[in-house]
């Protein structure tokens, strides 16, 4: 039943992988052990047998927090060894995409002891996967405080939309979006997805009914607080609103709730996302997105940016294919009834005219994208020489889904002014679109391929050592990729190293049994 659920064409990315894991699903995982394809750098497994990890953070260079989706804790590693007792429980709707699943420390956490955290609240006071179980706005950003060996709570930063139950429809828990950052101006980042809402922010001026008819019941089309989503919020760390947002003063022409929540915008017009990090060099933010079936996205999130979604997802020039593989079998629909793929515009012109536009909101085409669904997931970058300066200032992604290579990480290297890809390193992407031939399928995705086997990930970061650690939910682990030790010349290790293989030849390679 996984694997039919993880491979159905409607199907979310992770939720399903995480709410059903077997243990052959989970004994598979390790088969495929995770491998990178420089052969001058090795992956190590820094813990194991975690509880769907989502994030990480590190204390320091051996002492980590690591956050578990399903039953909402918060638990220490430190020299790769879980510590006792959790330093955190809380109770957590984790239907589907829900659940314990972001975290973020923050820029002066040496002295204030400040972790944020981004959860799914189970409205019965206990953990849960029951879909109703869930506060309208369930979803919420608290600040915590870390004395050494626990986290207290300190105050609620925000609090977004969680509950979906549509007319219609089934109850879902998809599209909570996350993943939170700090950025290098001191403020708190929050990527919400659009949790199945069709208003404003998903580019439907008048909503899915037409021009006086709320979206649902609880409101809408406008952004109200059971509407804010879809959508990347900046914030300061108090949770107040900064006055430089990009639409700061739009917001307070509109006035109210609504205004206020346009306020908190610095983008939108996004589906949804599990990865979002700054470039260590530009200081600009980038951000993974999922389409429905057509056309994931990498963007580089700039202020006011409007993504486009629902009217377009990938390129404006390829709007004939977004709607043609949106409205085909076996693809057809865009979860959503009450806004039918059918209603997508015909030409590019008419989809950028159909968006909802704030003052000073602007639209750009992804910076890549991929004709076909590959799920991506987590993204990092790397800064320095820690693995060879061929990699220093790259972007990784990694996979939300085990279909293609059985969990991908995908290694981007920007161009010299770090706005976008550097497109010379393949001619097939001077498009900035892998025309792949099926959902999963990697056509001109070849070389970005870095690694293989690391199954769904879910965070991405770079360590104090300057390593490139990612935590795999899938595979219940976290690995660190570095730089392969050579011994020196003479010394016993590559003694042994010699002995094993001349061992090796002079028993002809004789066949080892397989495991998987």
Known sequence: MWTQLLRHPKASHWHVTAAALSLSALNAAVCAAPVVLDPNLTVSTVVSGLGVPTSMAFLGSNDMLVLQKQNGVVQRVVNGVVQGL????????????????????????????????????????????????????????????????????????????????DEGQPQRGNHNGG???????????????????????????????????????????????????????RLNADGSTPTDNPFFVAGAAIGGEVGANIQKLFAYG????????????????????????????????????NGGWVQIMGPLSRIGEYKAIETTAPYNGLQQIRWDPSNIANSAAAAQAAMFMLPGATYSDPEFSWKYGVAPAAIGFLSGGALGSQYDGNLFLGAGRTDLDDGYLYRFVLDAARNGIDTTLNPLWVDLVADNLTKFD???????????????????????????????????????????????????????????????????????????
């Open 270 to 305: 996004i589906r949804n996302s599990f990865g979002m990090a700054f470039d260590p060099v530009s200081g600009q933010l980038w951000m993974s997105e999922n389409g429905d079936d057509s056309f994931d996205e990498l963007n580089r999130i700039t202020p006011g940016m």
């Open 442 to 516: 990697g056509t001109e995705s070849e070389l970005l391929r870095f690694g293989t086997g690391f199954g769904i990930v879910t965070d991405i970061q770079m360590g104090p050592n300057g390593n490139l650690f990612i935590t795999s939910l899938s595979n219940g682990a976290i690995y660190e990729i570095s730089r392969l030790q050579v011994p020196e010349p003479g010394s016993m290790a590559l003694v042994g190293i010699c002995a094993v293989l001349l061992g090796v030849t002079r028993r002809r390679l004789k066949p080892r049994p397989e495991f998987c």
């Open 179 to 233: 993943v939170i950052r700090f950025g290098p101006d001191g403020k708190l980042y929050v990527e919400i997805g659009d949790v199945g809402r069709r208003g404003w922010l998903q580019n439907l001026p008048n909503g899915p009914f037409g021009s006086g008819n709320p979206d649902d019941a609880f409101g809408g089309p406008a952004p109200d607080n059971a509407h804010l989503t879809g959508a990347v919020l």
């Open 86 to 165: 959790p330093v955190l429980d809380l109770a957590v709707n984790s239907a589907s995409e829900r659940g314990l699943l972001g975290m973020a420390l923050a820029p002066d956490f040496a002295t204030s002891k400040a972790v944020y955290l981004y959860w799914t609240e189970s409205s019965t006071g206990a953990d849960t996967t029951a879909m109703s179980n869930v506060p309208v706005l369930g979803n919420r950003v608290d600040k915590f405080v870390w004395n050494g060996s626990s986290l207290t709570f300190d105050q609620n930063i925000v609090r977004l939309r969680a509950y979906q139950a």
